[in-house]
């Protein structure tokens, strides 16, 4: 079965950091670009980063940039999304998600449970 | 690149036609797709390419359009299909923006 599933979220404060997993299964997770898309209580999506299958490039929202850090382990399958410098419009709910082929023109077909990351003092 | 989805809220019954547009600030061609988010739950790929049906997904789902102009119709409307739904772009790795959503609630 294909499969994400993300771990790592929680409360931290302000000014704090975090690092996201997401462990994928059931597909060759070398061969696809991956993202995480983030959503706030009650908002809408948001994409957040996003990186090629070899990890060679990566690429930031620019609410982001200079803050998070996206990398991956294709020995271990899986997706990191370091977090610094949090602030609280960080607080939402954060997916990893699966890019498709050239066919689908990447759209994201496969998502994770998600995991909630709360930036409060 | 922006994207507008109109209209953000929309209620209908089951059985209806209802169709949801999202507009690009530039030409995209073809590097759009749909999703269906249920609260609570993570959002599921409907349409990519502008108007191919994901696997599994059923045929009362359509999707066209290019460049700037695209369309999600669900041609008539069951139970399940109530839910709050975006356009994307997948266009440039500047942003693969999200349009606002389109929330469909039961009238």
Redesign the interface.
């Known amino acids: 079965e294909v499969q994400l599933v993300e771990s790592g979220g929680g409360l931290v404060q302000p000014g704090g950091s975090l690092r996201l997993s997401c462990a994928a299964s059931g597909f060759t997770f070398s061969s696809y670009a991956m ?1 995480w ?1 983030r959503q706030a209580p009650g908002k ?4 957040v980063s ?1 990186i090629s299958g070899s990890g060679g490039s990566t ?1 930031y ?2 609410s982001v940039k200079g803050r998070f850090t996206i990398s991956r382990d294709n020995s271990k399958n899986t997706l990191y999304l370091q977090m610094n410098s949090l602030r609280a419009e960080d607080t939402a709910v954060y ?1 990893c998600a699966k890019a ?1 082929t050239t ?7 496969i ?4 995991t909630m990351v709360t930036v409060s003092s | 690149i922006q994207l507008t989805q109109s209209p953000s809220s929309l209620s209908a019954s089951v059985g209806d036609r209802v169709t949801i547009t999202c507009r690009a600030s530039q030409g995209i061609s ?4 749909w ?1 269906q ?1 249920k609260p609570g739950k ?4 409907l349409i ?2 502008a108007s ?1 049906l ?1 696997s599994g997904v059923p045929s009362r789902f359509s999707g066209s359009g290019s460049g700037t102009d695209f369309t999600l119709t669900i041609s008539s409307l069951q139970p399940e299909d109530f839910a709050t739904y ?1 356009c ?1 772009q ?1 266009n440039s ?9 389109t929330k469909l609630e039961i009238k």
Not at chain 1, 111 to 114: E, I
Not at chain 2, 42 to 45: F, M, T
């Open positions: 993202s898309v809408g999506l948001e994409w996003a690429y929202a620019d997916y498709g066919v689908t023109k990447g759209a994201f077909d998502w994770g449970q998600g | 073809s590097y759009l797709a999703y988010q993570a959002p599921k790929l990519y390419a191919t994901q975006y994307q997948l790795y500047l942003g693969y923006t999200f349009g606002q959503g």
